[in-house]
Structure formats: C-alpha cells, structure tokens
C-alpha cells in the first residue's frame, strides 16, 4: 500500500483525464486475463457473460473504447464481483466517462469497503465531479488509514481541492477534517491555506501562527504569512513582511525557501542592495542551486555589475539550468554592453529556440551590420527557424527593416508582400506593407491595405493616421485626410506622431497659426526629426525665418540622415 494516498489519489485527480492512454496498461491486461480464467472454472457461467467478457477485452485491443466500456459496464452491474467492477471503473475514467465511473465506484467500496484503492478512486471521481459535500468519509477513512504519512498528507488537501470554485466551502471541508488531530501543525497550516484561498486573511494568519507554535522551525508557516501580508498592497506591508522573514532567519540562518522568497520581495520592493546581500548569502549557502544563481545573475546585470553576472551566467552554463537559451540570451546583452561584440555575436549564435530566440536573431544581425556586413547579417535572419505565425511577423519585419536601412526599399517591400500572402489579414504586415508600398510610389495599394486594417481594427489610429498623413503630405482630399487624422485624434490624442499629421494637414489647409499650435505641442512631448522638420516648415512660412532655421539645425544635429527633413532643408536651404 502507498505511503501517500492523498499523493496518489491527486495524481490520479489531476491525470485521470488523459484519456485511452491508461486503457493498455499491462497491470490491468493482467487481471483481466485472470478474471477470464476465473470466470472460465466458474460453474453455472452463463454464455452470456463469457461472450461480453470476451466482447470487451477483443473490443479494447481493437480500440472500440465505448464498446468496452458499455460492455463492463454491463458485466459489473451484473456479476457484481470485485475484479469486475475494479476494471469497469478503470474502463469508464480512462474514457472520461466519470459519471458512470463514480457509480461504479460506489458499487465498488460497497463490494470491498476494505479496499484502499477502491476509497482512494471513489474519492478521486467525487474530487473530480465536484462532489465536496460527498468527500468527508471517503477521505477522513484515507487519512486516518496512513498515520505514517498524515502531515504530508494534509499538505496535499487544498492541491486536491485547487480546482473546486467554491473557496469557503473547501475551507469548511478542511476544517473538518482536521478537527480530529488537534496537535497536528500541518492541519492548521492546510486551514490557513484554505482561509487564505477564500481570502479570509485574518483567520488564515491566526492558524498559520498555530502551525508555527507547534513547528517552529517550520519554513512553510512563515512564507505564508508573509504572502498574507503581502497581499495587501502598500510600502508599510513590504517592511512588516520583511522584518517577519528576517526575524526568522536569524533563528533558521539555513533557511532557503525563506531567504530566498525575502530576497524576491526585496527585488519586487526595488530594494536592490538589500536584494543582493541576501543573495551573497544563498551563494555560500547553495552555490550550485539554479535557483540561487540565476536571480543573482539577474539583478547584478540589472545593477550593471557586468563581471558578476558574467560569471553567474557563466556558472548556469555549467548547472542543471534548464533553459540555457536565455543564458546564451543575457550572455550576449552583458558582452555588447562591455564591448566585445565579436563574444555577443557568438553567443547570440547559440540561442537556438526560447522568447528571446528572435530578439537574439535580430540583435546578431545588428552587430553584422555594424561590422559592414549587411548581406551577412540579412542572411543570418533568413536561416533562423520560426514556428508560429507571430514568430513569421516579427522575422518578416526584421528583414524589411534591415533591407530598408540599406536602402533596398523594394527588397523590403518584397519580402513584406510575400508573408503578407501567407497571412493577408495579420494587421502588423498588413500597416507595414502599406508603408512599404508608399515608399515605393504604390500608392493605390498603400490605400487598399489601409482600408481592409481599418475594416479589421476599426479602433487601430495608426492605421486612420498613415492614411490620412499620406494624403495630406500629397496635398490630396485634404477634408478626406483631415476626418482620418482626426479620427486617430481621438483614439490616441497624446500621440505625438498623431499630433504631428494633424498639424500637417492643417498647414496643407492653410491654417498656418493652428497648424504651429498643434507642432509646437507635438514637438514638446517628443522631440523628433520630422515633427521638427514639419514645425520648421510653419515657421518659415510664417516669416520666422531664423526660429526655424536653429530648430532645423538642431534637428539634423540630432538625426543627421532623417529623410524628411534632409527634403525640407533642400527645399528651403538649397
């Protein structure tokens, strides 16, 4: 018999759903096999039952799963014999039938009442279906049975519950069936965690205090009592929850768990310093665990002590750390920040899958292209390995973006076009190809992608905005640009690109002083080089020649290469 009845019977809680899978296991092949031979020597076996035993099992092996289960289903109500039963609930609980599967357990703790796997699958299927108020024999019979193992037991309760809505109820559960074990510091514990589930705070502090006075030394009691703490918000929480952790481990040095979850709530608090001393301190204490290294790794790359998170991340290398990808990732950020781009690239090279995979990519293709090799770089993005779509966008875009930095404009429209055709409505490709195509003088299909993203994201300014920017810097339907301007406006009305084409377009209008009102504001939120360039344009024609020639030439201090206001200056600064 198992030491942990409550482990098994949440395994079998949690997993139970997983389908045929557990229909072909060899044990229950066995003692079918038995009860066919068994049945065999029985005298007064009816053909009947022989022929439904046989039914079943040829039907299982032929994969006919419903066929089998009706079947046993049949037998068991029939013969009532034990073995039967046992299989037809198998049978129905692999077949994700639990409502026949609880009856059939039933059937079964009424056969063999004895039978621990027999209380243990009744009280699974009555987890599974909800059935709290159905659960207190069942499972106070499965603790009482293993006094061996009754706390770790306890601590398996609300993880048999988690799924169960009714928060209070599985705390009134709880409670009841630790009232026999007064003495027991893991039955408070599991009472507090359920309060603290059904967000009764103060009664989950109380009875976490309970477990810790007969368990001292405990680490569970006082890491939940700082998350009860914690869970209510302000700067006066973050200080008791740490001065209650601290306190502890003056009494428990070696404790980890509780160092550990101090030094996150003093990372969480912004108290980094602090975050670090307790993470020095988890080194000596565990200089090989994962856990330890790897927040420490982190917050020293964050602190920009880039020769300490060299080697930690260095040392997760040599760890059982299991995604070594964002390792290679953050390796790659601490060499470009330290200057040797040749190491970063290398290690950007490794990065073979993970979040930061394309990050990676796209941050190695960067550093080509700033040692000159921009056709090197362009096809270490065409050999990356994307999956799923957004992966196939965000590839997409990098490469357009490389391509037009080099000015190869109709290579990047290109290869925009071509993964728009394999997703003609993903709105990302959909506002990038537009821009792509304007770039190129297709204006008319610039206008069609526009239209079809505003008809998917009615709500989408940048797309309202593009369209009507580009009709205004053509000096086209000005009260057509105006309306779409102002529809983006209103959706994003602290844009300042926004605020830059609705000045546009009322300079194309004429409406010089409105126009140099809305740049102005625009040019103060953010200071760019085609807001500028616009803002300049107003002024001049104003007559404030000299005001816009030092905001020009701020600007294009600022942003020497900026194609906007290079064509501004020309216009007006041969």
């Given at each position: 018999m198992s030491s942990r009845l409550l482990a098994s019977l949440l395994f079998m809680a949690l997993l139970l759903p997983v389908g045929g899978a557990a229909l072909a296991a060899p044990s229950e092949q066995d003692e079918a096999a038995a009860w066919l031979a068994r049945a065999g020597q029985t005298?007064?076996?009816?053909?009947?039952?022989?022929?439904?035993?046989?039914?079943?099992?040829?039907?299982?092996?032929?994969?006919?799963?419903?066929?089998?289960?009706?079947?046993?289903?049949?037998?068991?109500?029939?013969?009532r014999d034990p073995a039967?039963?046992?299989?037809?609930?198998?049978?129905?609980?692999?077949?994700?039938?639990?409502?026949?599967?609880?009856?059939?357990?039933?059937?079964?703790?009424?056969?063999?009442?004895?039978?621990?796997?027999?209380?243990?699958?009744?009280?699974?299927?009555?987890?599974?279906?909800?059935?709290?108020?159905?659960?207190?024999?069942?499972?106070?019979?499965?603790?009482?049975?293993?006094?061996?193992?009754?706390?770790?037991?306890?601590?398996?309760?609300?993880?048999?519950?988690?799924?169960?809505?009714?928060?209070p109820a599985v705390l009134a559960f709880v409670e009841r069936m630790a009232q026999p074990y007064p003495t027991l510091p893991e039955a408070y514990y599991a009472i507090a965690l359920a309060a603290f589930n059904a967000g009764q705070l103060e009664r989950s502090r109380f009875e976490v205090r309970r477990a810790q006075k007969l368990k001292p030394e405990w680490e569970a009691p006082v890491l939940l009592e700082s998350q009860i703490v914690l869970k209510e918000a302000g700067e006066e929480r973050v200080d008791e929850a740490v001065r209650l952790l601290s306190d502890y481990l003056q009494r428990h040095p070696g404790a980890v768990e509780v160092r550990l979850h101090l030094a996150r709530v003093l990372i969480g608090a912004k108290r980094y310093p602090e975050a670090r001393q307790q993470f020095d301190a988890l080194l000596k204490l565990e200089p090989d665990n994962p856990e330890v290294v790897y927040p420490v790794a982190m917050l020293a790359l964050q602190e920009q002590d880039l020769e300490t998170a060299r080697r930690q991340f260095s040392r997760l290398l040599e760890l059982p750390?299991?995604?070594?990808?964002?390792?290679?990732?953050?390796?790659?950020q601490i060499e470009e920040a330290a200057g040797d781009k040749a190491a970063a690239l290398q290690h950007y090279k490794?990065?073979?899958?993970?979040?930061?995979?394309?990050?990676?990519?796209?941050?190695?293709?960067?550093?080509?292209?700033?040692?000159?090799?921009?056709?090197?770089?362009?096809?270490?993005?065409?050999?990356?390995?994307?999956?799923?779509?957004?992966?196939?966008?965000?590839?997409?875009?990098?490469?357009?973006?490389?391509?037009?930095?080099?000015?190869?404009?109709?290579?990047?429209?290109?290869?925009?076009?071509?993964?728009?055709?394999?997703?003609?409505?993903?709105?990302?490709?959909?506002?990038?190809?537009?821009?792509?195509?304007?770039?190129?003088?297709?204006?008319?299909?610039?206008?069609?992608?526009?239209?079809?993203?505003?008809?998917?994201?009615?709500?989408?300014?940048?797309?309202?905005?593009?369209?009507?920017?580009?009709?205004?810097?053509?000096?086209?339907?000005?009260?057509?640009?105006?309306?779409?301007?102002?529809?983006?406006?209103?959706?994003?009305?602290?844009?300042?690109?926004?605020?830059?084409?609705?000045?546009?377009?009322?300079?194309?209008?004429?409406?010089?002083?409105?126009?140099?009102?809305?740049?102005?504001?625009?040019?103060?939120?953010?200071?760019?080089?085609?807001?500028?360039?616009?803002?300049?344009?107003?002024?001049?024609?104003?007559?404030?020649?000299?005001?816009?020639?030092?905001?020009?030439?701020?600007?294009?201090a600022q942003a020497p290469h900026n194609e906007t206001l290079q064509a501004i200056l020309k216009k007006f600064k041969p």
């Open positions: 005298e007064g076996l009816t053909g009947q039952v022989v022929f439904q035993l046989l039914l079943g099992e040829v039907a299982l092996q032929r994969g006919q799963v419903n066929l089998a289960v009706s079947a046993y289903q049949d037998l068991a109500l029939r013969t039967v039963v046992k299989r037809a609930v198998e049978l129905a609980g692999a077949a994700q039938q639990y409502g026949m599967a609880l009856e059939l357990a039933r059937i079964w703790v009424e056969l063999e009442p004895e039978s621990q796997q027999a209380r243990q699958s009744l009280a699974g299927l009555l987890v599974m279906a909800g059935r709290i108020d159905e659960l207190d024999g069942p499972i106070s019979q499965l603790l009482a049975a293993d006094p061996a193992s009754l706390g770790a037991n306890f601590l398996d309760l609300n993880r048999l519950l988690a799924r169960h809505p009714d928060k750390f299991p995604d070594r990808d964002v390792v290679r990732y953050f390796l790659g490794q990065v073979e899958g993970g979040a930061q995979y394309l990050m990676a990519r796209g941050r190695g293709a960067q550093l080509l292209v700033e040692q000159g090799k921009r056709d090197e770089a362009l096809a270490f993005l065409r050999q990356s390995t994307v999956r799923t779509p957004q992966e196939k966008v965000h590839l997409a875009q990098m490469q357009a973006q490389l391509l037009r930095e080099g000015g190869q404009y109709a290579a990047a429209y290109a290869t925009l076009a071509a993964a728009l055709k394999l997703q003609p409505e993903q709105p990302d490709l959909l506002y990038d190809t537009s821009l792509a195509a304007e770039k190129l003088g297709k204006f008319q299909e610039m206008e069609t992608l526009l239209k079809k993203l505003i008809k998917l994201q009615p709500d989408n300014a940048h797309a309202y905005n593009a369209l009507g920017y580009s009709l205004a810097d053509r000096n086209l339907r000005l009260k057509e640009a105006h309306e779409l301007i102002q529809k983006a406006t209103s959706l994003a009305p602290q844009d300042p690109f926004i605020m830059d084409s609705l000045g546009w377009v009322l300079y194309r209008q004429g409406k010089l002083q409105e126009a140099r009102e809305v740049l102005e504001k625009a040019y103060a939120l953010k200071a760019d080089a085609e807001i500028a360039a616009h803002l300049g344009e107003v002024l001049w024609r104003q007559g404030r020649h000299q005001e816009a020639l030092e905001l020009w030439q701020k600007a294009q």
